[in-house]
Structure formats: C-alpha cells, structure tokens
C-alpha cells in the first residue's frame, strides 16, 4: 500500500501530540505496518517536517515547539 497522504497525517499528528514517538509505536497506534510507517517518515524528513534521532520521530527543533509558552502571548486568550 505504501504511504499516502492519511497515514502522513496521522503521523504527523501522533508525533505533534507526543513530541517524540518511535516507528513501531506509531505503526501501533495507526494499525500500519512499520515499513509504511518507515517509508512515511522517509518522505516526512525529506520535507523537513519530522526529526529522526535515536530511532525515534520528533518535531524539528526550527519550529519552535519546546520553546516556554507565555498565555497572553498569542493574542487568543482574551480579556483577563
């Protein structure tokens, strides 16, 4: 079957949710073989959108997601 855009999805939000997620884990939660899951994350890191250390698929550290959020400082949270 290989991957499509469904399983791209997936795994990409599994791995936004979890900060750090490994292939077997995500193939686990998707019910996707792990050489699609392997053959997606190929793609994904080709495109710069996932980070693959230690066996594991994370978020690139460029998108700022670890930095400390600040409520207040996205302009959303209203009048306090």
Same mark, same amino acid.
């Given at each position: 079957?290989?991957?499509? &855009? @469904?399983? %791209?999805?997936?795994? #990409?939000?599994?791995? /936004? ?6 292939p $077997? %884990?995500? &193939? @686990?939660l998707?019910?996707? =073989?792990?050489? $699609? ?5 190929? @793609?994904? %890191?080709?495109?710069k959108?996932? $980070?693959? *250390?230690?066996?594991? /698929?994370?978020? =690139?550290?460029? #998108?700022?997601?670890?930095? +400390?959020?600040?409520?207040? +400082? +996205?302009? *959303? &949270?209203?009048?306090?």
């Amino acid at each position: 079957m290989g991957c499509n &855009s @469904e399983l %791209k999805s997936k795994i #990409l939000t599994l791995i /936004y949710q979890r900060g750090e997620i490994s292939p $077997e %884990k995500l &193939s @686990e939660l998707t019910k996707s =073989p792990i050489e $699609e899951i392997k053959s997606c994350g190929q @793609e994904l %890191k080709s495109k710069k959108l996932i $980070e693959e *250390c230690c066996g594991k /698929y994370s978020t =690139p550290a460029i #998108l700022g997601l670890k930095a +400390d959020y600040t409520p207040g +400082d +996205d302009g *959303c &949270s209203g009048a306090g």
